[in-house]
Every structure is written in C-alpha cells, then in structure tokens.
C-alpha cells in the first residue's frame, strides 16, 4: 500500500498518522513515554473523567502528566454533562494539552451506566451538545473517538460522523466494534470505510491492530487516513514505531533483542514505582511483567511468583535472573 500522508488536526500536524490509543490503566505516562521513545506519531492520555477533572483529584492529575517528549498530547476526556466537560477541557487547556479527545467508545458497564463513553452513541442529542460545548470551550482542536454504534441494530456512526464535522470536531477515530461486542468477536475495519465516505476529516482506524501487516490491512480495507494501536502494543511498545517504517517505505524495524528488552523493563518498573509509589506501583506493573514475559521459557510460572511478591527489589531481583540467560547469550 502506498506510504501514508501526514495528518492536520487543526494547528497540530502529525507527521507519522500511527497513534496509540487512549486505554485505562495501561497507556499511563510511564508506558507513553516509552513507545514514544520509539516512535509514535502521537499518544492520547488514559480516559480522565470530567467530573473528576474539574475536582482535580489526585488520580485525575496523575493521569493528565505528561512527559515533553509526548508533545503534542492529546487529552481524553469522558462524561455526559456538556458543561462539566467544556470546563474540564477549559482546565487541560491551561495545563498544555494540545488536543482535547472525546470518549464515545469507552463500553466499560460503570461508564455507560453513567450515560457516558459509547452510551452517547444512544443518545444523539446529547452528543451532539457535548461536542458542541467542548468545541466552543476552548482554542484547542477537539478529537472524537466512538465505536460503530451500540449494537448491529443500531450502527450510527457514519451520522454521527456528520453531526460531529458540523460541532467543528477535526478528526474521528472509529474502533470496528459495537459497544455491545465489547472486545468479543473481530474489529470490522470495512465499516470504517463508511465513516470516511460520510465525512471530509481525518478519520483514523482502530481495533485488533496487533502487527505491521495488521496495519496495512486495516488502512486498506477502512481507507482511513490514520491508524490506532491499542491492545496489540501490551507488552511491545516498540510496536508503533515497526508500524511506521513499514507505511514510510522503511526498511523493517527489528523487535529489540531481549537483552535490551530487559532494560527496558527495568527502566518501565522504576518509572513506574516512581509515580504510583511502592505498594500500588508494584500492583500496577505485574500485567505488564505478563505481557513482556509472555511466550518466553518459564514465563507462567515467573509470573505466578512475581504476582506473590510485594517486594519491588526481590521482584527486579527476579526479574534480573529470569532474564539472565538472554542476556549472557547476547553478550557472548
């Protein structure tokens, strides 16, 4: 497929159209500073609540940090009040961000219970004044991210497409799923392609992009002018910065040796205990030891231990001896 053009999202303009997605609990700053590192052409903070936002609690300003090597950030932003959410994107305004996302997509049962995320996709109305608030709250260019609709009764994204140019959104992303799938069955990036047809802003292609040719693939099918990466980069946040080289004509990027994926790892946990703290951060970071290790010789049994200690020395201790091998072999 030919090399990807670079995207204009109002004054910001993104070289390389790969972006990793906004996912809770994993794409914290600790794990963004990382794949950007490597090359992303943009990163989207975890989904803050507004409401939380505008109270500043401590976990809504943890998520709203970002590192320089970020910018430009994008800032997701969930909730169902327009007014609240205006005044939460006023807020991440002042505070640097240079886009301001909103979520439309989240299908998570304590967000949509809460008339937000893809709840809103129900409520067209309602949308409609979210957006519209937002947009006119700040300077800032505003992003929408939705699913295909509720369910396959209901598959209204390509109108609400529409009504989003019209609220003065500059750029859609769509993950190939309805709310009601949740993350069962495959993303459908031909529906996506109805997206695109229904409007004139960037649309971006999202949902199961777990490798270079994964990429390609979705590109094709959807005709959109970007691609996201979520779950595919669990583990691998050198991921984005394959899937670039591979759409600029690059010459193929290597997956890190694992002597390097090491250091890596032990860089990720000391950024990690470092913003979390020493009891939450060595909770927060056992997925991420399950995601880096897994497929490796012993690694379930690893991680079964890892998951016991609460210890963050003993675990980087054990971590050093897991990986141990891999790295006499690369040293040899």
Known sequence: ???????????????????LAPMTGVTDGPFRKL?????????????IASQAAVRETRRSLQQAAWDPIEEPVSMQLAGCDPDVMAEA?????QRGAAIID????????????????????????????????TVKAVDLPVTLKMRMGWDHESLNAPELARIAE??????????????CQMYKGTADWHFVRRVKEATSLPVVVNGDIC???????????????????????????????????????????PTPGLSEQYALIAEHYEMVLDVY??????NIFRKHVGWYTKGLHGSAEFRNRVNQEADPNVVKAMLADFYAPYRERAAA
């Not at 703290?277 to 060595?282: D, L, S, T």
């Open 166 to 179: 019209n609220a003065g959104i500059q750029m859609i992303t769509v993950h190939g799923r309805t709310r």
């Open 277 to 282: 703290g020493i009891e939450n951060g060595v």
């Open 89 to 93: 994107a006023k807020l991440n305004e």
């Open 35 to 47: 794949v950007k590192r490597y090359g992303a052409g943009l990163t989207v903070t975890e989904m």
């Open 211 to 253: 490798s270079v040719e994964d990429a390609k693939t979705a590109l094709d099918q959807s005709g959109a002018d970007a691609v996201m990466v979520g779950r595919g980069c669990y583990g691998k946040p050198w991921l984005l910065r394959q899937i670039m080289a591979a759409l600029s004509g690059e010459r193929d990027v």
């Open 1 to 19: 497929m030919p090399a990807l053009n670079p995207i204009q999202v109002g004054p910001v303009t993104v070289d390389q159209p790969v972006i």
């Open 102 to 133: 909103i979520n439309m997509g989240c299908p998570v049962k304590k967000i949509v219970n809460g008339h937000a995320g893809s709840a809103l996709m129900r409520e067209v109305p309602l949308a409609t004044r979210l957006m519209e608030a």
